[in-house]
């Protein structure tokens, strides 16, 4: 009786094994037919109500009938297992021709670049590259550069104050006074960094970057000056702009100009960029005040000098056509890649 049921069993659970669906229905019948309180198990218990000779015999066909069943559900959960896998590799379809994921490299900033570049085509004609101190004492900032107390410069809507005697550098002329101190005559140096002033706009930034130049000699007039300009205007931007001087004032140069150039985005004819007036303004120059030889304790009789001076970031504007200075310091890489050389 327990025999022909214990066979009953088998044949229906080699059955079942066979038509599972999936190997979570295929699980459910291993618990069902072979689990702790599967139909196996109960056969067992029944076990106990045949006689005694028969109870070896019954035991080892329960066993066997155990043994084969396990080996069947193996055998059909490896066979499903693989139709799973064939059916997701048919189902899901892997494009491996798609380029992975490509890592980004770093390059220079645009300030950097524009900034090597100033320093390459001054270097050609002798200038030193110098930088000085962010955080700058005030007679360095104004008072050697002939700023009087009542200037409006020194107004605190225009210059960060770190304390009563201590500024941001509101623009890297001091490194003139740096220059002047420190090293020996003639004298050929460019100064660049930081700069700050409480500005913020479209066309300004309370933390952007200048370069200017000093040269000091025996012999320095503006005919020096403008030939200095124009070399670089030509070097920089391009050969055949022309450039001109218009009169200004800055307390450390005396005569001062500003100095334009050729717009070169459309090479002078006239655009958006330079307000259709095919000029463009690049930054200050004029011959060195004596008041600032002075200062550094150089007799201006037997020294004179020029210096010019230019901010990066509106330079790097007008030669890449950049239309918001505000662009630079957020660091979107979508803005500084092209510039990374990449
Ligand atoms: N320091 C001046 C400014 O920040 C620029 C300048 C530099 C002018 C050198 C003349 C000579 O505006």
Redesign the pocket.
């Known amino acids: 009786m327990s025999s022909t049921r214990l066979e009953q069993i088998k044949d229906e659970a080699l059955k079942a094994f066979g038509s599972a669906a999936n190997s979570r229905e295929l699980y459910d019948l291993k618990v069902k037919y072979l689990g702790k309180q599967g139909l196996l198990t109960d056969i067992m218990k029944e076990m106990a109500a045949l006689p005694k000779e028969e109870k070896p015999l019954f035991g080892k066909k329960v066993n066997e009938v155990k043994a084969g069943l396990e080996a069947a559900y193996t055998q059909a959960e490896e066979a499903l297992r693989k139709k799973e896998i064939e059916e997701r590799l048919a189902k899901e379809e892997l494009d491996l021709t798609l380029p992975g994921a490509r890592r980004l490299r770093g390059g220079p900033h645009p300030v950097a670049v524009v900034t090597d570049e100033i320093a390459r085509i001054m270097s050609r004609l002798g200038y030193a590259l110098r930088t000085g101190p962010q955080i700058e004492k005030d007679y360095y900032n104004f008072e050697a550069l002939n700023i009087p107390a009542n200037h409006p410069a020194r107004d605190m809507a225009d210059t960060f104050f770190v304390d009563d005697t201590h500024v941001l550098r509101?623009?890297?002329?001091p490194i003139?006074i740096h220059s002047l101190e420190s090293e020996n005559l003639p004298l050929r140096v460019i100064g660049t960094g930081p700069?700050y002033r409480c500005d913020s706009d479209i066309s300004h930034l309370p933390n952007f970057h200048?370069i200017?130049a000093l040269c000091v000699d025996k012999k320095v007039s503006m005919a020096d000056l403008k030939g200095t300009i124009s070399f670089f205007v030509r070097e920089f931007f391009g050969a055949g702009l022309k450039t001109r001087f218009r009169p200004s004032f800055?307390p450390?140069?005396e005569p001062?100009a500003e100095v334009d150039c050729n717009c070169p985005i459309c090479k002078g004819k006239g655009c958006s960029l330079c307000k259709q007036s095919g000029w463009i303004e690049i930054?200050?120059?004029?011959l060195v005040n004596p008041k600032v030889f002075e200062h550094a304790k150089i007799d201006p009789k037997k020294w004179q000098g020029f210096?010019?001076?230019f901010g990066i970031e509106r330079m790097a504007i007008i030669k890449y056509g950049i239309p918001d200075i505000r662009l630079f310091p957020e660091n979107d890489v979508r803005f500084l890649r092209p510039f990374a050389g990449e």
């Open positions: 509101t623009h890297t002329s003139q700069v200048q200017e800055f450390f140069t001062s930054g200050g120059c004029g210096a010019f001076g």
